[in-house]
């Protein structure tokens, strides 16, 4: 793999991903939204170039000064939070602007196209989660990510491109959104409030964001047409041991909150990755334990804290 293109190059995975690229020598043709602030988040290296198109524009993209690229990896999704994700309408844009991607990797040359899917298609089930796991989404999102798995996979067949699609459970790391569990925690402890949180019984896999660009990496490379590969750690654990671990790594006497939100109606309580089919097939171990791991992120977020209060 000498040349990527990737979509939603902004968020934690695709920042870790341009990261391991630059460490490999492989090139990044990476498509941001025009005018996002976020596209200051990418590293600047000669190897990385920037191409500035949304998402609803992917058909009219100009390729001619793009050259030919061996993998596209497509994280670009639109409506994620809260609300939007039972927006029917948003959500259906997102199944065409992923057929949209799969057409732009044809135009692009790509033997493989690697589509970013989510546990959300699988509603609550129990066990660990693996391709042979039956998948009923409970929301708008999840439903659009399973529907843009399997059209996507039939447009690859029409163009002869590799298809791998993964479903990626719960990734933490510098540049993730500031609405998940792990950065809302970080913040409100950076600011010595008490994190208000549910009991955290539940059991969760976590994935440091440069493991997970590591298996997108191995997937690129050796992922197998057709196959649909769950993007975790193997290992699920008490959300309450993650949380004291965030707490004590920046204020051991800080109060957690714990039992004061109420689980919700529809919460998942065990949520783990079976990644024995994703090691078979290419090599892919899990390197950074979440002690490690949470302390970058910890560095990352107490550096932009640091520059919004100098702001």
Same mark, same amino acid.
């Given at each position: ?6 979509? /939603? ?107 970013? /899917? ?8 129990? /066990? ?57 925690? +970080? ?29 997108? *990496? ?12 769950? *993007? ?13 671990? *965030? ?46 791991? +949470? ?17």
């Amino acid at each position: 793999m000498n040349r990527i293109a990737v979509t /939603g190059p902004t968020g934690a995975i695709g920042i870790a991903l341009i990261q391991e690229c630059i460490k490999s020598q492989i090139e990044v043709y990476a498509i941001c939204r025009p005018g996002s602030a976020r596209t200051a988040r990418i590293p600047r290296n000669d190897l990385v170039h920037i191409i500035e198109c949304s998402l609803d524009k992917l058909e009219q993209l100009d390729t001619a000064d793009i050259p030919a690229c061996d993998v596209f990896y497509h994280f670009g999704w639109a409506a994620t939070i809260g609300d939007a994700r039972n927006d029917t309408r948003l959500q259906t844009d997102n199944i065409r602007y992923t057929i949209d991607a799969v057409q732009l990797a044809g135009k692009l040359g790509c033997e493989a196209f690697v589509g970013s /899917g989510s546990q959300a298609e699988y509603g609550r089930v129990e /066990g660990d989660l693996s391709a042979a796991t039956p998948a009923f989404p409970e929301n708008g999102y999840g439903i659009a990510k399973l529907c843009a798995g399997q059209m996507s996979r039939i447009e690859c067949e029409k163009l002869g491109i590799r298809h791998v699609w993964t479903r990626i459970l719960s990734v933490y790391g510098p540049c993730d959104s500031d609405k998940t569990m792990v950065t809302t925690t +970080i913040r409100k402890l950076f600011a010595g409030e008490k994190p208000a949180l549910t009991a955290g019984e539940q059991q969760w896999d976590y994935l440091y964001s440069a493991d997970a660009a590591r298996a997108m *990496i191995a997937i690129g490379e050796k992922g197998h047409n057709g196959k649909v590969y769950c *993007i975790g750690g193997g290992k699920a654990h008490p959300l309450k041991e993650y949380i004291m671990e *965030i707490r004590d790594q920046i204020d051991p006497d800080a109060e957690l909150g714990f039992g004061e939100i109420p689980y919700g109606a529809k919460q998942v309580m065990y949520l783990c990755a079976d990644i024995s089919e994703l090691t078979q097939d290419t090599g892919f171990q899990p390197q950074t334990d979440f002690k490690s791991g +949470i302390a970058e992120t910890i560095q990352w977020m107490r550096s932009e804290w640091r520059q919004h209060e100098n702001n």
